[in-house]
């Protein structure tokens, strides 16, 4: 079985509850290259390609110097039709390796809980986000009664970014939109998405985020505390949330690659 190429960028933003998913289906190939793993140059016999969220920007490669190399997998893997997923700084990583544009957010800090809305035909037809609205269809979320679009959006994921996407790739499709910032997900060709927020964040990393940001989001006029109850309320619904993103996904299948004999 290929193992999933999952790259890491920080300690406390890992797979989360996306890997309690994928762990059980199959072997993941974690690499941190803040810690000197190496980044590949494409997807080679791994089933996929997950790219993460972190602190850094998806331009800052002073900061973080292995980003060139993880834009250039990004954009290999798509190339290529090996299935890509990028969360948060991912999303970013991926849009700057087609060709939009991510910057910072002229909107500021969108973190915490936030509602996701679907676009109807391309959003709710495809392979990963419909998957999601079926998995939620009807769900009890604590503290803000069902989420089934009744209230303008589609389900409710955590967030916690200043920087966004504010041009997608020339071939890219828009799937979903925010509150804040209007792409959260998109689709190239038909193996490579992108999501601005965090399916995948479980309660103690969102704890260390807010924690970490203590200062800048109180001075920004957020309460941390309630950031944190927002998505620590939601644990069971979030679960589910992950595991259909983490299905979905997992259920797309690399090309067939022949071998000579």
């Not at 979320?141 to 209230?151: E, F, I, M, S």
Request: with cysteine; aromatic share 6%; net charge negative.
């Amino acid at each position: 079985m290929r193992p999933l190429l999952v790259v890491e960028h920080e300690a406390d933003a890992g797979a989360g509850r996306l890997a309690a998913v994928w762990s059980a289906a199959g072997p993941l190939d974690v690499r941190r290259p803040y810690a000197g793993d190496a980044i590949p140059d494409d997807a080679g016999d791994h089933a996929g390609v997950v790219v993460l969220g972190g602190e850094v920007a998806a331009w800052e490669d002073d900061r973080a110097p292995w980003l060139p190399a993880t834009r250039r997998l990004l954009a290999r893997a798509t190339a290529d039709g090996a299935p890509v997923l990028g969360v948060c700084l991912g999303a970013q990583l991926l849009t700057l390796a087609l060709g939009g544009r991510a910057e910072r957010g002229a909107a500021g800090l969108e973190v915490g809980l936030t509602g996701v809305r679907v676009l109807p035909g391309v959003g709710r037809e495809d392979p990963l986000l419909a998957g999601v609205l079926g998995a939620v269809a009807g769900t009890p979320l604590p503290g803000n009664g069902t989420v089934d679009g009744a209230a303008g959006f589609d389900f409710l994921v955590p967030q916690f970014h200043r920087d966004a996407i504010t041009e997608l790739p020339a071939d890219a499709e828009l799937l979903a939109v925010g509150e804040v910032y209007g792409i959260q997900a998109f689709r190239v060709g038909e193996r490579a998405w992108g999501v601005q927020y965090h399916p995948e964040v479980t309660d103690d990393d969102f704890a260390e985020w807010t924690r970490g940001g203590h200062a800048s989001l109180v001075a920004e006029g957020h309460d941390p505390a309630a950031l944190l109850a927002s998505v620590t309320s939601a644990s069971g619904y979030l679960d589910t949330v992950a595991a259909a993103h983490a299905g979905g996904f997992g259920a797309i299948r690399p090309p067939r690659r022949d071998h000579a004999r």
